[in-house]
């Protein structure tokens, strides 16, 4: 990713969170990943002060507790948050999820390819689209331009 701000990743399914890990290792994504498992405690990372903002939000839909519709329609209510990028990255190919989730201001909808390798060509082209994104001034963390227009998150 272009800083080293965390990604948040929003997932209930342990296998699949772990998998994310690998992919990030395997590609020397070196954000930190930092996991909850469902949008209430994502929220309660998000409304934390002592919690670094991330860069972008990896999200499930299907979730106990908040799943990812309802997690986004508080997300994208919130003047503090809403700027935040989501990336859906879910099992659903159902049309209203998609449809639902672009009205809530999602930044894009991947489905989880079944086949690691896919899936990490999934995960290094959201790596790469957050590499070249611009973000505002106040999204980065980073206030000096020119260490802003640097890839940072890469070791």
């Known amino acids: 990713m272009k800083n080293s701000r965390p990604v948040l990743l929003v997932e209930d399914d342990s296998i699949d969170a772990m998998t994310v ?3 990030f290792r395997d590609l020397k994504v070196t954000n ?12 309660a990372y998000l409304r934390d002060p002592s919690n670094q903002r991330p860069c972008v939000i990896l999200l499930d ?20 948050l809403k700027t935040i990028p989501v990336i859906v990255l879910t099992t659903s190919h159902e049309e209203q999820d998609v449809v639902e989730s672009f009205k809530l201001s999602i ?7 079944v086949d690691y390798k896919k899936f990490v060509e999934a995960i290094r082209t959201i790596d790469l689209y957050w590499t070249l994104s611009e973000l505002p001034n106040g999204e980065t963390g980073v206030e000096d331009e020119s260490v802003q227009s640097s890839v940072v998150g890469r070791g």
């Open 107 to 113: 930044a894009g909808y991947i489905v989880k390819p």
């Open 21 to 23: 890990r690998r992919a």
């Open 61 to 80: 839909l299907n979730m106990p507790r908040m799943n990812g519709i309802e997690f986004l329609k508080v997300v994208k209510a919130d003047p503090q």
């Open 32 to 43: 930190r990943l930092d996991h909850r498992l469902n949008g209430e405690e994502a929220l």
